[in-house]
């Protein structure tokens, strides 16, 4: 009994330590991970409507996180849940309400299956639309993904929620 105690005993110093080192590289390195967050989400804007400002509106629609208001149009950041987890994309509307570019912040997707959300050749299907998108599974004229149909549903419905969300606040 006395030597399991030991064991359980040097176990609880080891995973004591090692959470304080991995809670002592977060501290460290949290501002930095939120800078270059920032940078990304920057350049993503640039990306998907280029203004030489955005404005940032006070803006409450489902699944939205923030909405811009640009030269030409709006910027509206959202997560769509794709099959390993919270996609974070960027989409440009023009002031008619059309999709000017879509672009992904971040994401959990699988490597070289629903990562592929990424190619510009693939997000660029979005360019143009007005909404009512599905992927060509479900009758539309999305082009999935291969083997990524969760990750392309996911995309094209925040695509969707970008264009209704604009809509709402040009009226």
């Known amino acids: 009994m ?4 030991k064991l359980a005993l040097i176990l609880l110093l080891i995973t004591v330590v090692v959470a304080g080192l991995l809670g002592l590289v977060n501290y460290l390195t949290e501002d930095r991970i939120a800078e270059n967050t920032a940078k990304k989400a920057n350049v993503a804007m640039q990306t998907v409507l280029p203004s030489a400002s955005y404005e940032k509106l006070d803006v409450t629609f489902e699944g939205i996180t923030e909405v811009y208001k640009a030269e030409g149009g709006y910027v509206v950041r959202l997560n769509a849940m794709g099959f390993g987890g919270a996609i974070d994309l960027m989409v440009g509307v023009s002031e008619q309400g059309s999709v000017t570019g879509v672009s992904v912040i971040s994401h959990g997707e699988t490597a070289s299956l629903g990562a592929e959300c990424t190619r510009e050749d693939w997000r ?8 009512g998108l599905q992927v060509k599974k479900d009758g539309g004229t999305v082009d999935a993904l291969t083997g990524a149909t969760v990750t392309s549903r996911a995309v094209t419905e925040a695509v969707n929620r970008a264009v209704e969300c604009v809509k709402e606040v040009r009226q």
Do not use: R
């Not at 660029?124 to 909404?131: C, E, H, T």
């Open 124 to 131: 660029s299907q979005f360019v143009g639309a007005v909404g």
């Open 2 to 5: 006395k030597y399991i105690l």
